[in-house]
């Protein structure tokens, strides 16, 4: 066989290798996804508390023993906006009777509009000609499966959120012996490179998770603020969850007003005061996309948007909310390693492009 046609051929073969590796890693990003988000969420809790366990070891504090207090402090605040947030869900539940009857309203104003859309729909489709047979289609519920399904993987990972204190502590306790470990798994001729890589991955990492706390701070204090002078119930609580929700890119502006929406329905009965606080949501939503975004946490992640946007879409696809959230992060840290492999340094170039 000549030179020419083998390198074509191994050249084939080598891509269809390399589609077939891409989509056995994406089989198992998809299956198993509990243990991967699991780990993730321990990797950038890790990355976000390693300061502080480190100032408190120059303070002659065992890393073991700050580890131990570090995770126990985050757990026990965890823990409590989690009850909070609980307590709240059950005085909702309580107050139910008040809200019913606004969404109750609401709901029947959609349906009247869809039968008479449907009324306005059938009139035009053609009669059926005789001896034509009528197969009724069951009923599908689209919606419902899709909550059920979305539920189904809230409950796995609820399931396997308690392996993330101790993920965390030997994460934080254990963090010399685990870069040392690590860099055994590489020829010594590459320990440096892998070493640089390690350490731009660090730098991203934290850069962004700090950025990102206190741009969700912000936005947090500003929802707050803004509940509380239309004098919503739970006006703190409600900022927090709406300013988190903010955070995400895109579609966080509509997320975001589903808690001022619910908890309002007991107040106002009118659209203007929603109005005005979805308008005001999504000021703060382009404010930050456009201004603190940028400023606090884009100069060191530089993504472009076309790559952002792609990555949005495909680990919400994958991973649902918890993959919104981690889509970011994780394209950043492959923008890293590609960076730092010269064969996937144009895939690098693309993403900051």
Known sequence: MPVEETKAVSAKSSVSSRIIAAGI???????????????????????????????????????????????????????????????????????WPKYREPLRAASQAVESRMETLEKHVSEIEPAPRPGERLVTVGESHTVRDALVGRLDSLYAFVLAAPFVPFLLFFMLAAKRQVWHATMQLFPPNERTAVRDALADVTQVLRSYLLGTSLVGLILVLASWLLFWLFGLDFPFLTGLVSGICNLVPYLGVIMSWVPPLLVGLKNYHTIGPFATIFAVLTVFHI?????????????????????????????????????????????????????????????GRWLSA
Request: proline share 4%; charged share 10%; hydrophobic share 60%.
């Open 25 to 95: 890693v994406i089989a198992f990003c998809y299956w198993a996804s509990t243990v991967l988000v699991t780990l993730l969420v321990a990797v950038l809790l890790a990355y976000f508390l390693d300061p502080v366990v480190t100032w408190m070891e120059r303070m002659r504090i065992p890393r073991a023993l700050g580890s131990l207090i570090i995770v126990l402090v985050t757990a026990g605040m965890l823990s409590v906006i989690a009850y909070s947030l609980i307590d709240r869900a059950d005085q909702f539940g309580r107050d």
């Open 287 to 347: 404010v930050t996309a456009n201004l603190l975004v940028p400023a606090l946490v884009g100069w060191r992640v530089r993504l472009n948007a076309l790559a952002l946007t792609v990555s949005l879409l495909f680990w919400g696809w994958m991973w649902g909310a918890m993959g919104l959230i981690l889509a970011i992060p994780i394209t950043a840290v492959l923008k890293v390693v590609c960076d730092h492999v010269e064969s996937l340094q144009p895939v």
